[in-house]
T-cell receptor
Framework: DGGITQSPKYLFRKEGQNVTLSCEQN?????MYWYRQDPGQGLRLIYY???????QKGDIAEGYSVSREKKESFPLTVTSAQKNPTAFYLC????????????FGQGTRLTVV | GENVEQHPSTLSVQEGDSAVIKCTYS??????FPWYKQELGKGPQLIID?????GEKKDQRIAVTLNKTAKHFSLHITETQPEDSAVYFC????????????FGQGTTLQVKP
């Protein structure tokens, strides 16, 4: 089945620890995105990548890092510098055409304990 | 910068009534406007989209209208059913022509049986 897969679904982290969220897609999409979702704030863009080995900061990149070593994979690391990391994280992918649908994963809920 | 405003933030209707969600966007270069439905604990899924060369699009009980002059677009759901209860997001394509989407803040729709 073609799609975009995020893992794990739930993640718990102790304060001060880095944690990496996985995102894999087999849709052959060039572009991939990471969003953070908090209640009442919609989807805020963290990072995006339009091609392998290249990525750009979104609106709330501070405290996060990404890599794009393979077309299929776009992992997100939440670092200890992120002051309020508890949130629902969504990964998406699309073609790089202008009028194109973004396909979302099922999300990872990160909780800092 | 690019911005999408969505109203209302919450909407409660009786089963069988209609629901309308409205969005405005700031970038006149935007030309693609998708709507996503997000069920609890899941990723958003595309339900309908519209491009700037049309003013209205319908798909069964769902319709979207676009007014490019006023820079606003709306989602209309008729004959609502309890399974329509979810969070709905509007989005607009960014001016960078890369497939990047700017999302509204979301509307929580509750359909009461």
């Amino acid at each position: 089945d073609g799609g975009i897969t995020q893992s794990p679904k739930y993640l718990f982290r102790k304060e001060g620890q880095n944690v990496t969220l996985s995102c894999e897609q087999n849709l052959n999409h060039d572009a991939m995105y990471w969003y953070r979702q908090d209640p009442g704030q919609g989807l805020r863009l963290i990072y995006y990548s339009q091609i392998v080995n290249d990525f750009q900061k979104g609106d709330i990149a501070e405290g996060y890092s990404v890599s794009r070593e393979k077309k299929e994979s776009f992992p997100l690391t939440v670092t200890s510098a992120q002051k309020n990391p508890t949130a629902f994280y969504l990964c998406a992918s699309s073609t790089t055409d202008a009028n194109t649908e973004a396909f979302f994963g099922q999300g990872t809920r990160l909780t800092v304990v | 910068g690019e911005n999408v405003e969505q109203h209302p933030s919450t909407l409660s209707v009786q089963e069988g009534d209609s629901a309308v969600i409205k969005c405005t966007y700031s970038d006149s270069a935007s030309n693609y406007f998708p709507w996503y439905k997000q069920e609890l604990g899941k990723g958003p899924q595309l339900i309908i989209d519209i491009r700037s060369n049309v003013g209205e699009k319908k798909d069964q009980r769902i319709a979207v209208t676009l007014n490019k002059t006023a820079k606003h677009f709306s989602l209309h759901i008729t004959e609502t059913q309890p399974e329509d209860s979810a969070v709905y997001f509007c989005a607009a394509s960014g001016s960078s022509n890369t497939g990047k989407l700017i999302f509204g803040q979301g509307t929580t729709l509750q359909v009461k049986p």
